[in-house]
Structure formats: C-alpha cells, structure tokens
C-alpha cells in the first residue's frame, strides 16, 4: 500500500479503480499558408463552432450541476470571442501567413503565460481556462471530437488538473471521485466535486503514470489520502465509513423536493447563507427554498477599494437570476469589527465589536449606503429580492434608513430604473436593545431574521472571537431561548414572519424547539438543509409540546 497525500477539498469515502486522465493533446505543427484569408475563414468557422459547442456543455451543465457551475461555460463563450484574442490569432495567421492551428495554440499559450503572471489569485486560476478554449478551438481545426473518460465502470479519475469542460463532458455516473496533482480550493474540479457531492482531493503527488493506473484505490476525503492498494484491514475500515456515508446520502438525497412540513402540518422554510456567488450551486444542490442571508460585506472584503453600483448589481442579479423567484435576503454592509477593509479607514477603536460597525457605517457614510441599496433595488427587478438590515438597535434607526431608501427609489423611479417597488425589508435582531423593542420594531419592517452569533455575544458579554472564553459560551443559554421566543411572539403581533439567521438556527438538537417556538424560517449554510429537513418531517410539534 502505498499513501499520498493532498488537500481534501470535499469530504466523503471513494473505493475503486484509479484512472489516469489522458488528455487528448494534439501536436500543433507550424505550416506556411498562401490564402491567408481562407485560413483565417476557417479560424472564424471553427470560434463559431466552439461557441456551439460550448452553448451544448453549457446546458448539459445547468441541468446536471445548476446555474452557477455552469456558469463558467458561458465565460468560455466569451473567451473564445474576446477581441483580444481574436485579434492575436488573425495577426499571427496574417503577418506570418501560418496556419489557424499554429496561431491559436500561439496565442492561447501567450494568454496563459499573462494570466498565470497576474498577482491576483482569481485571474491566476483563468490560466486554465484560456488553455482550455484554445486546444477546443484547435480540436475543431484539427476535426477531433470532444474527449471523455474510457471506463466501463465508475473510477477515481486522476489527473494533473482539470479544465472545467473535461469535468463536464464525463459522465458523472463513471466518477466515484476526483484527485488532481495540482488545482486550488477554488478550481473548477473542487467546485464541481462538492456540487456533485463526491471526495475530491487536490495537490496531491500522486503520479500519473501506470504505477497507478487501473489500480485498487480509496481517496479519504476527510483525511485528504489516496490509498493505493490498500491493505485488507485499511480496505475494511474504510468500506465500513463509506457505508455509513451512503446511508446517510441516501436518506437525505431522498428527502429533495420534499416540503418541510412537520407530522402534524406546520410548515418552516428552509434557507440557505451565502458569502458570495460561488456559494450558489450548493444552494441549488441542496434544495434551498431561497437565500435568508446573503453577507453582502464579502463583496466589500474582496475589494481593493468601494464595489462600484454596476459591480455589485451584476452579483446581485445574478443571485436572483440563479433562485429564479425564490426569495434572496440581501443584508446590506455588515463590516467593521471583526471584518475590516483598509480602503473604509476605520478609526482604531478600543471595543470594535461595540463600536463604527454595520449599519452604524452606512448611516455615518450615506453615500457608500445608497450606493449598495440601488445596485439591490435594481436587482430586486430580476428575481424576488428582500433587504436586511444589520446591528439595528431603535425605531429611530429604522425610520431614518426607510427615509435613506426611499430617497433611494425616488431617484430610480426619476431616471425610470425599475425595481421591485414593493420589495420586502427586514431587520436583524443581533442586540438585546432590538428584542427588548421587538414590538415596536415589528410595526416598521416586513419580517426579522435573527442573528444568533452577535446576539449571544452582546447578550452574555462573551466577545464571540476570544477562544479563552469558550468554556463560558453557552449557545442554549436560556437568556436566549427566552429572547428566540420573544421575539418570534411580537413580529407574530403585527402579522409579521421570523427567523435566525445565526449559526443557532443549523443546531439540530434545537429544530423541535425552534418549530415549537412557532419559527417561520431557519436559514444555515447549505449542507444542513436536508439535515433540517429529515428533522422537520419527523416532528410531530403538539405532540413535543406536550411532553415538555
Ligand atoms: C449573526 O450575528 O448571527 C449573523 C448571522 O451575522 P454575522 O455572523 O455575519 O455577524
Ligand atoms: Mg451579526
């Protein structure tokens, strides 16, 4: 037995054959041309078939791994019809009267070397991309197919790394898991391993020769190890795990599509979180029922100075695009304390979790406010699109945000931009001020959503990111309970929904309690939908209410 190592960027237990990827590299020869326009002809004739031909994987992708992953077709598209390289290729084919081939696999490898030389990490991963769509184009000179994996049954497919149209065009019931030599946590290979919930392990040195090839394998996808040729007894453990594993898939897989209701007919809705865009596939993956919390501030944190309007209405779309009507909670600009950007200039403070924070900063800062909430209302025309608002503490506060928003839509409706115009907003309730106000609060918003993690912190008195005071943190505090029920109470008043957006609400020991308490959503990270989900569907509320 042999056993490399790599990086597990998506958990779960794979036995079976490895199989070395072969890429299906042509030789690109360099030939002297005389008809330079027919060969730049042929070169125009072959982008359009790659564009075909991307269109085709493109919808393949959206049915098999959801809208977001297959996103990354759609800027292959783009790729292969982007001036800059069109231009490249033409001038080699015309100033050096060569053949297409040569030119585009010339211009591909110059566009990689320029991407692969950039500082930043996102456009250093493109590099593989640019190769990508340039050896499609070069197949197409060439009259090659598509290339795929040769297996009649399924394997652990191996390679140095894999562009995203070779994962695609597998046939994802032949892959029991991906490893690849090189690729990051954010490659394709990684994304599309997780949206298609199997192991994946990257920067792993494992050769890709036939020392490996054909051969017994187990890729631990908690450990990040591929076992080749396990010993009977490793064999055995780890056949018992993945038993384990494909039970618990199994029954969660079962329950897609399925509502949330509970044994005697009450109904929750089941959320996701998200930080950014590429959070969207497990979303769709994971059957969320909307977005209850997208942390805007990520895209902040991203940036190297203020996301301009049109930037952040293209992410925002997007979201909205993607849940096509489902309901996207956006809670505008959360930063400050523990999440800083240089370019905001924050003061130093002594307390900053009790200080310049949240919405505190778009009331201090009006401009940066309005900017973020008109890029949200233009969003708001392309899908079913909520606002939160973070840290809220009075009525005060509220009113003089719905004063800043509706400056906001006045200005659209003068400029004849369209928007949601009845577009639902809502208040995070993450300080004790805003449940002791619940009621008042409830009269002034659309719904509240509760951010357990703050509210705990300001609660208790425990700074939520000091490891030393863990032995004192307690998540089931009863002061809490009793606020959860409080407030769920008072937004019930006014005829208004609640929910927790903490990391509270994805505690499955506390799902009853929470039904019981009369929750009308719980939004977590994607994976614990299904968990939730199972827990929901054998509840029987009265029944647990009774035996309190
Ligand atoms: C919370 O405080 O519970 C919350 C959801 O917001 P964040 O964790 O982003 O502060
Ligand atoms: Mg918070």
């Known amino acids: 037995m042999i056993v490399y190592e790599g990086k ?33 002809a042929r070169y125009t004739s072959a982008r359009e078939e790659a564009v075909a031909q991307l269109q085709a994987l493109y919808e393949k992708a959206v049915k098999e791994v959801g809208e977001a992953s297959a996103e990354i077709f759609e800027a292959h598209q783009m790729m292969v019809d982007d001036d800059d390289f069109v231009e490249s290729v033409e001038s080699i084919i015309r100033t050096q009267e060569v053949n297409a081939e040569y030119a585009v696999a010339e211009t591909g490898d110059n566009f990689k070397k320029m991407f692969e030389e950039m500082e930043d990490e996102y456009f250093r991963g493109r590099a593989a991309d640019i190769k990508d769509i340039s050896e499609r184009i070069v197949r197409i000179l060439q009259g090659n197919g598509g290339e795929g ?19 695609v065009q597998m046939d994802k019931d032949k892959i029991l898991s991906f490893v690849t030599v090189h690729g990051s946590a954010n490659s394709h290979t990684s994304i599309l391993a997780k949206t298609m919930n199997i192991p994946a392990v990257i920067t792993c040195p494992i050769p890709l020769t036939d020392e490996v090839d054909g051969k017994e394998a187990v890729v631990d996808g908690f450990e990040g190890k591929v076992y080749v040729e396990p010993t009977p007894e490793v064999l055995a453990e780890k056949q018992k795990l993945l038993q384990t594993e494909l039970e618990k898939k199994a029954l969660l897989e079962e329950l897609k599509g399925k509502e949330n209701v509970t044994l005697d007919g009450q109904k929750i809705n089941l959320y996701a979180n998200i930080g950014n865009t590429k959070d969207l596939g497990l979303v769709v993956k994971n059957d969320a029922g909307g977005i ?27 979201v909205a695009e993607t849940l096509a009507g489902k309901k996207v909670i956006i809670r505008t600009l959360d930063i400050g304390a523990d999440k800083q950007a240089d370019y905001f200039q924050l003061p130093a403070e002594e307390n900053p979790a009790m200080g310049l924070r949240a919405i505190r900063i778009c009331l201090t800062r009006p401009e940066v406010f309005k900017t973020q909430l008109r890029a949200i209302l233009r969003a708001s025309a392309f899908g079913k699109v909520s606002i939160m608002f973070p840290m809220i503490i009075s009525v005060d506060e509220v009113k003089e945000i719905q004063g800043i928003l509706a400056e906001v839509k006045a200005e659209l409706d003068d400029e004849g931009i369209a928007y949601d115009k009845n577009i639902e907003t809502g208040i995070m309730i993450e300080t004790p001020a805003s449940v002791i106000m619940a009621e008042e ?10 951010g357990t993690n703050d509210l705990t912190q300001y609660t208790l008195a425990i700074d939520r990111q000091n490891q030393s005071l863990d032995k004192f943190y307690d998540s089931h505090h009863p002061a809490i309970l009793k606020m959860l029920k409080m407030v769920v109470d008072a937004a019930h008043k006014y005829g208004k929904w609640a929910g927790i957006c903490g990391e509270l609400g994805a505690d499955l020991s506390l799902t009853k309690e929470f ?34």
Request: no cysteine.
């Open 441 to 450: 609060l409830a009269k002034e918003v659309d719904f509240f959503s509760i």
């Open 149 to 167: 994996i040769d297996s009649e049954e399924p394997v652990i497919v191996v390679a140095d790394d894999l562009a995203p149209s070779e994962t």
């Open 8 to 40: 597990a960027v998506f958990e779960g237990i794979a036995i079976g054959k490895l199989s070395v990827y072969k890429k299906n590299e042509e030789t690109v020869k360099r030939e002297k041309v005389e008809d330079v326009e027919a060969e730049i």
């Open 515 to 548: 039904l019981a308490m009369g929750f009308d959503e719980l939004s977590v990270s994607p994976g614990r939908i299904l968990p939730i989900r199972k827990i929901v569907r054998e509840t029987d509320v009265s029944a647990y209410k009774a035996g309190k």
């Open 292 to 318: 209850g919390l997208f942390r805007s501030e990520f895209i902040y944190l991203g940036s190297s100075d203020y996301p301009t309007e049109d930037e952040q209405f293209a992410i925002y779309k997007q």
